[in-house]
C-alpha cells in the first residue's frame, strides 16, 4: 500500500461498506465504524514500512543469501 491510489481505492471501499453497514444500524454507528478501522490501516501502513536503507531494488535481490 504505497501509492496513494491504493489508498484511495482502500478507503473507498471502507467508506462504502460503512455507509452500507449506517443503513441498518444507523448513521452514527456507520460513522465511527470509518474512524477506528481507518486508524488501525494507517498504523499498520505506518508502522510496517521498511526501515531506512533497507529496500533494495528488485534487481539487486538475490534468491538464496
Do not use: D, K
Not at 5 to 16: D, G, K, M, P
Not at 38 to 53: D, K, N, S, Y
Amino acid at each position: 500500500m504505497s501509492t496513494l491510489e491504493e489508498r484511495v481505492l482502500i478507503y473507498t471501499a471502507l467508506a462504502v461498506q460503512c455507509a452500507f453497514a449506517s443503513v441498518f444500524v444507523g448513521l452514527w454507528i456507520g460513522a465511527m465504524a470509518f474512524i477506528p478501522v481507518a486508524a488501525v490501516i494507517e498504523a499498520l501502513f505506518w508502522f510496517g514500512l521498511p526501515g531506512p536503507g533497507t529496500y533494495r531494488p528488485r534487481e539487486h535481490r538475490t534468491l538464496f543469501n
